[in-house]
């Protein structure tokens, strides 16, 4: 069965983190939904980029995905702990046992704001640190026992990119997806 992710969008979120998760996870076979917040498929990003949402959340709240993931950037972080259906979303994923995974300023946000994973170590954007109680001061982190993971910032895309793809489908598949990257040191290495 194929692996399923859902990303959402919301008005002021960091395309950078969006796209290129939209795209490595794509190109592992994993099926992407992206979806607005609102019923406004239209979502203008945080340094003007409208990205046109296939999806509403009207019409993914009831759906099970084997991933939820949250692109940062300020406002749309904001936009995202701002919204119950969004909360309500991650607490879902969460009771399913399903994977989390959040980047930028989204992990302070909105998971360290609602208390959603209080047991949970994490990273985020660098200048949010204060925010966390278990704060790791990696590119990507990992938490496998909450089933959450955690990255930095629009540098860090590929490396939370890659990581969902590995904790989804296996090194093997993430090391073939960053085959084609062309990727510079220092991002999660494939090639030991």
Known sequence: ?????????????????????????????????????????????SRGVVILAQKTMSQVKEQLFDVVILPGGVKGAENFRDSPSVIEKLKQTQQANKLVAAICATPAMVLQHHNLFPDAYMTGYPTTKSAFRLWRDERVYYDKPNQIITSQGPATSIDFALKIIE?????????????????????????D
């Open 167 to 191: 904790v989804l489908l296996g090194k093997s598949t993430a090391a073939e997806v960053a085959s084609g990257l062309v990727l510079p040191n220092g991002i999660l290495n494939y090639t």
């Open 1 to 45: 069965m194929m692996s399923t992710a859902l990303i959402f969008l919301s008005e002021g979120c960091e395309e950078t983190e969006a796209v290129t998760t939209i795209d490595l996870l794509t190109r592992a076979g994993i099926a992407v939904t992206y979806a607005s917040i609102t019923e406004n498929p239209a979502v203008l990003c």
